[in-house]
C-alpha cells in the first residue's frame, strides 16, 4: 500500500471557524510533511515532523498549528484563517527525513477561506 | 539565481513526438534528484528518482549534469496522456525539497 490519505477532499470555512485537515499514511514511513500549494504554482513546505517530532516549522502563522499523534497519522488545526490562505494543502510522507528519501503526496484537501 | 530553475513552457508537441525538459540548479553540493509529475487540481506524483548519472524507465529517461548542474528528463514516443506539468525537485539539505516551477506539456493528437 503505498498511499497516503488525507481528509476532507474539499472545506469551506468562515475566518472565524476552527477546523482540522488529516493525513493518514500505512507504509510504515516515519516522516511525514504539510505543503500549501496555490494555484500555478509549485507546494510549499509548511511542517516536517521526523519520528513524531516537529523538525521544520518555516515560519508558518500560528493559525496554522500541526499535531502528529502517532506515527501513522497528521494533523493540521486551522483557527482564525485569512481568505488569502485558500490554496491546496497537500500532505506528504517518505520513509525517513534526508534527501535520498521519496516523498509522496496525499490527494490534498481544497481549503476556501470566506 | 534561484536554487532551481525550469522553462515553464509550455511544450505544446504532438503524439509520438520526443520533447526533453531540463532543469538547473544551484546547490553543486546535491545528491539526489526528483522529477515529480502533476496534473491540473490533483497532487504531485514521483516521476523518476536521479542519484547518479541518470535513470531510465520505459518512455522517460532522465539525466544528470553535474559538471553543468542541470538534469533533464526526455519523454519519447509521447502520448496524450503525458499532458501534465513536470516538476523538478532538488533536496536541500535534510527534510525540505525545493521545487522548481514546473514545465507544462500539452501534447496533442
Known amino acids: 500500500d503505498t498511499e497516503v490519505t488525507q481528509t476532507p477532499k474539499h472545506l469551506v470555512m468562515g475566518m472565524t471557524n476552527k477546523k482540522s485537515l488529516k493525513c493518514e499514511q500505512h507504509?510504515?514511513?516515519?516522516?511525514m510533511y504539510w505543503y500549501k500549494q496555490k494555484a500555478k504554482k509549485p507546494p510549499e513546505l509548511m511542517f516536517v515532523?521526523?519520528?513524531?517530532?516537529?523538525?521544520i516549522n518555516e515560519s508558518v502563522p500560528s493559525r496554522f498549528s500541526p499535531e502528529c499523534p502517532n506515527s501513522s497519522l497528521l494533523n493540521l488545526h486551522l483557527h482564525a484563517l485569512q481568505p488569502e490562505d485558500s490554496a491546496l494543502y497537500l500532505c506528504?510522507?517518505?520513509?525517513?527525513?534526508?534527501?535520498?528519501?521519496?516523498?509522496?503526496f496525499g490527494p490534498g484537501t481544497r481549503l476556501t477561506v470566506l | 539565481r534561484k536554487e532551481v530553475e525550469q522553462d515553464p513552457g509550455p511544450f505544446n508537441v504532438p503524439e509520438g513526438a520526443t520533447v526533453a525538459f531540463n532543469c538547473t540548479y544551484s546547490n553543486s553540493a546535491s545528491q539526489s534528484f526528483f522529477w515529480y509529475r502533476q496534473d491540473c487540481r490533483k497532487e504531485p506524483k514521483l516521476l523518476m528518482s536521479v542519484y547518479s548519472s541518470g535513470n531510465e524507465d520505459g518512455r522517460f529517461t532522465a539525466q544528470l549534469n553535474r559538471a553543468s548542474q542541470y538534469i533533464s528528463l526526455l519523454i519519447r514516443d509521447s502520448k496524450l496522456s503525458d499532458s501534465a506539468t513536470y516538476l523538478c525537485?532538488?533536496?536541500?539539505?535534510?527534510?525540505?525539497?525545493?521545487f522548481g516551477t514546473g514545465t507544462r506539456l500539452q501534447v496533442f493528437p
Open positions: 525537485v532538488v533536496p536541500h539539505n535534510t527534510d525540505k525539497l525545493i
Open positions: 506528504a510522507s517518505s520513509q525517513v527525513s534526508g534527501m535520498y528519501n521519496e516523498q509522496f
Open positions: 507504509m510504515g514511513h516515519r516522516a
Open positions: 515532523y521526523s519520528y513524531e517530532k516537529l523538525s
